[in-house]
């Protein structure tokens, strides 16, 4: 059973990558309880999350109100549970798919740099034609 977050749940993702500001985006317009914060992790001299930089661009990290931190597809689960969204856990924590979902994770952040528009606005719909929103490492969203 995956661990419940605490809010408020502060977020580590990179907001250079079109796919990722797109998400992020959706999940701060359906933030209506304020449970999430935002922070672009991808400025250079980043050193402010609670790994090192180039973990943070690896895969989305959050950090919970407890101090416990998600990674990857917990952190993803964290925060659509944080704005009510479905997260699929029940299908995520079956013991064939968790691996799997983990992997095609780690495929999909690995390659989203790759991900031509057309497929961004797919995945992420009208999200992801907003513009990006983050100035000084923090979003304002």
Not at 3 to 14: G, K, M, Q
Not at 47 to 68: C, F, K, N, S, Y
Not at 74 to 96: E, N
Request: hydrophobic letters at 50%; charged letters at 20%; proline letters at 7%.
């Amino acid at each position: 059973m995956p661990a419940l977050a605490a809010y408020p749940l502060t977020v580590y993702f990179d907001a250079t990558c079109a796919l990722c500001t797109a998400e992020m985006n959706a999940m701060k317009r359906r933030d209506a309880a304020a449970r999430l914060n935002l922070v672009d992790c991808s400025p250079a001299g980043f050193d402010a999350g609670p790994a090192p930089r180039e973990a943070l661009m690896t895969a989305i990290h959050a950090v919970d109100a407890g101090g416990q931190l998600f990674v990857g597809v917990p952190a993803i689960r964290a925060c659509r549970d944080a704005v009510g969204l479905p997260s699929g856990s029940f299908l995520l924590d079956l013991p064939l798919l968790a691996p799997l979902a983990d992997r095609a994770y780690a495929v999909l952040a690995r390659n989203r740099y790759r991900l031509p528009r057309w497929l961004v606005a797919l995945l992420a719909g009208k999200a992801a034609r907003s513009s990006r929103t983050c100035a000084g490492g923090n979003c304002r969203i």
